[in-house]
């Protein structure tokens, strides 16, 4: 069966790409498109939503709660690629399958010498928590420079409070997470308030829960 035409006026999606400039928003819209689709015609292009067809790309606030789980392991089994493991491996130990995976990491991952291999960032968006201000937030960013520097964080902080050393939390001082929505957090160093809003914690039922990993 032959490929559909691919619009009017050009037959293939090579002859559209030689024909049209391509540093216009539209045109860079449209080959963005193509590489996700393809198969697809001009008019399905045009209609298709990315999101739609790379997960990856969906803004953490639009995932489904069935996502944000999906997300969440694709990350994880990401994070394990970038030590080493395999990652069809990673995935199954996460319990979603390598498609899912995939569909979910997006550009994060290609394959090189048949295998798959990770980028070494990337800007898939995730939400966390981190001690701010005296409180326990929520923050969605999407640097998994900022990902990792809040598990550091973390980490630190349970080390911490445990052995009484303020001292640990130094590096700490006057850094700040940047969300998606623009505001800047600053980590909370003090060490009193972090007995307290570790007691707070551990005192609620009802606090959402993000595995600091990712």
Not at 38 to 57: H, I
Not at 115 to 128: C, L, P, Q, Y
């Amino acid at each position: 069966m032959s490929r559909p035409r691919f619009s009017k006026e050009y037959r293939t999606y090579g002859e559209w790409l030689k024909a049209m400039p391509r540093d216009t928003r539209y045109a860079k819209e449209i080959i963005r498109k193509h590489k996700l689709n393809p198969s697809a015609t001009l008019s399905t292009l045009r209609k298709m939503r990315v999101s739609d067809v790379s997960p990856a790309l969906k803004a953490y606030a639009m995932l489904s709660p069935e996502e944000v789980d999906m997300r969440s392991r694709a990350l994880l089994a990401l994070s394990d690629l970038r030590k080493g493991k395999n990652l069809t491996l990673a995935a199954k130990q996460q319990g979603i399958s390598l498609k899912d995976a995939l569909r979910h990491l997006g550009n994060a991952v290609f394959k090189k010498n048949g295998k798959w291999v990770a980028t070494k960032t990337d800007s898939i968006e995730r939400g966390r928590w981190i001690y701010s201000n005296g409180k326990r937030i929520s923050v969605v960013v999407n640097s998994s420079r900022d990902g990792s520097l809040i598990s550091r964080y973390l980490a630190i902080v349970k080390i911490a409070v445990k052995n009484g050393d303020k001292n640990l939390l130094e590096p700490f001082k006057d850094v700040k997470i940047r969300g998606v929505d623009g505001k800047e957090y600053s980590l909370e160093t003090d060490l009193d308030k972090l007995y307290e809003l570790k007691e707070q914690v551990e005192d609620s039922e009802s606090l959402p829960v993000y595995d600091n990993r990712i």
